[in-house]
């Protein structure tokens, strides 16, 4: 989980880059020494020379850089000044130049080296630091941020911009971020807003004229997080990541994304565009556990291309995805969490055709939902990599399942609909009864609606033969039992102290 302490650090650099009401004085002195004890804390190095001026503090030949040994990944910030001017009213504005260029060099091992140079230029970036040495604020605006790709080396040559480009922009940024020393421990919390952003990518390869173009937009874009450091946090050592106190949570969203996309082959041209109304992604990470919320709505996919068929249009009303895990080891069971949601899903009567050139299905959206819910005890600290290593070598399990809730499960599709709900408990001290599994106790619940209509379709479309189709309807008839309505289903499957399986009552095992 490295790339979580990059990405939560990197968020920080908006402290430099983009940076309440004054409780009191601040020196530009202060303001700087507080900045740079902030991306120290986040595990860059910081060097500058610090020159007094009449109204604040001239700091030039800034550069802060961040390593990740294990990857062999140096990220690095070049500035050439930053002016910082007590304002008079308790309050220091910060000047940063209107370009920055930011260096990457990564050598992983057996992989390519790349050596590449963004450049962070920035149009009326306004930043006004208040509030007091141990609680700093900064509110910073600007009119556009944009991130290009200036420069780019693979393997030692040179890629040009004619084989390569990349910019991303932000139009109408605002912000603010706010730093708490809390005994030993620094809190950060940020809110930043753009009201639009765009980006355009675009690769060719000069060996096989491949090309490859990508751009798209978005609105009403906001980033929110929240960190808390602890005094000798090292994100380069995955195990700070879950102990002595760290922690970050956040939400990312926008509306009305767009992206539009391209690759030309030998074979033709392939075309695509996505469409999503929103985005919401949400995210929490401590000691203990780690949490992901991701939500959407309102998408549209369509690909065109010389490899397919016919043009691929489908689109759905509504997807999640949703985890919660335990990341350290335990004694006692801990809470997980799993959902997968794809709702209202549709696509082109073109693609329809190709299975029911007759329509004999009904082609109403379709709907999958699982949601669940659960207790497990880690035996492990997932950030371990000893431990993790272990685990690999010996393939043992890492950690102990203890209860298991289905909440929902929903499959509508065709016109047949299956349902589902049911909770286990797991006991791990017998491996025996279910070969190896610790062997649970409970019951699922389950509903089919619309099963047989659906067969008789499908036999009629010729899809499945009379023999198969006996096959099935036999099978529903050994688990389930008539339920309240026309073409109805319901089982009730349970486990027992004993391990006996017993469907509707009847012991099947």
């Not at 908006?14 to 009401?21: I, K, N, R, T």
């Not at 900064?138 to 780019?152: F, K, R």
């Not at 043009?311 to 997980?336: H, Y």
């Amino acid at each position: 989980m490295r790339r979580t302490a990059r990405l939560t650090s990197c968020s920080a650099l908006a402290l430099w880059l983009a940076a309440g009401p004054a409780l009191a004085d601040l020196t530009a002195q202060q303001v700087w020494d507080g900045l740079e004890s902030a991306m120290q804390g986040f595990g860059y190095s910081v060097n500058a020379t610090e020159t007094p001026s009449g109204d604040g503090l001239d700091v030039t030949d800034v550069v802060l850089q961040f390593t990740a040994p294990e990857e062999n990944t140096t990220f690095a910030v070049s500035m050439s000044e930053i002016a910082l001017v007590e304002n008079g009213d308790g309050s220091v504005s910060m000047t940063f130049p209107a370009a920055i260029p930011i260096t990457i060099n990564a050598a992983p091992e057996d992989e390519e080296s790349v050596d590449m140079t963004l450049d962070y230029a920035n149009d009326g970036l306004e930043v006004v630091v208040s509030g007091s040495p141990g609680n700093m604020t900064y509110i910073y605006s600007a009119n556009q941020l944009a991130v290009t790709l200036a420069e780019l080396v693979v393997n030692g040559d040179p890629v040009g911009r004619d084989e390569a480009r990349f910019e991303f922009v932000l139009d109408d940024v605002s912000g603010t971020t706010t730093t708490i020393a809390v005994q030993d421990d620094t809190q950060i919390t940020q809110n930043v807003q753009a009201a639009t952003a765009s980006y355009d990518v675009a690769f060719n390869d000069p060996e096989s004229d491949d090309v490859a173009l990508i751009s798209g937009s978005m609105a009403a874009l906001y980033v929110s997080s929240a960190t808390n450091l602890p005094e000798g946090f090292d994100p380069n050592d995955p195990e700070s990541l879950a102990s002595g106190g760290f922690s970050a949570s956040g939400a990312l969203g926008y509306e009305d994304g767009a992206m539009q996309f391209s690759a030309v082959e030998s074979t033709g041209t392939t075309t695509g565009e996505t469409e999503t109304g929103s985005v919401k992604l949400e995210f929490a990470m401590d000691g203990s556990a780690l949490r992901y919320d991701v939500q959407a709505t309102d998408q549209s996919f369509a690909l065109a291309g010389p490899e397919l068929p016919v043009p691929v249009n489908v689109s759905l009303s509504e997807s999640a995805f949703n985890i919660t895990a335990p990341i350290a080891k335990a004694e006692e069971p801990q809470d997980m969490a799993f959902g997968l949601t794809f709702r209202g899903f549709e696509m082109s009567d073109l693609l329809w055709n190709m299975v029911d050139p007759g329509a004999a299905l009904p082609r109403d959206p379709a709907t999958i939902v699982l949601d669940l819910t659960g207790q497990v005890t880690p035996s492990i600290n997932l950030f371990d990599p000893t431990e993790m290593a272990r685990v690999d070598a010996t393939g043992q399990a890492p950690g102990e399942l203890n209860a298991l809730t289905l909440n929902d499960l929903t499959i509508e599709a065709a016109g047949a609909k299956l349902g589902g709900t049911g909770s286990f408990t797991f006991d791990n001290t017998d491996l025996e009864t279910f070969d190896g599994l610790p062997r649970p106790i409970g019951s699922v619940n389950l509903t089919l609606d619309g099963a047989n209509a659906l067969i008789d379709k499908l036999i009629a479309m010729g899809l499945l033969t009379d023999e198969d189709a006996m096959g099935a309807r036999m099978m529903m008839s050994m688990f389930a039992v008539p339920g309240e309505g026309e073409d109805s289903l319901k089982s009730s499957l349970t486990i027992n102290e004993q391990g006996h399986v017993l469907a509707n009552g009847m012991r099947i095992q």
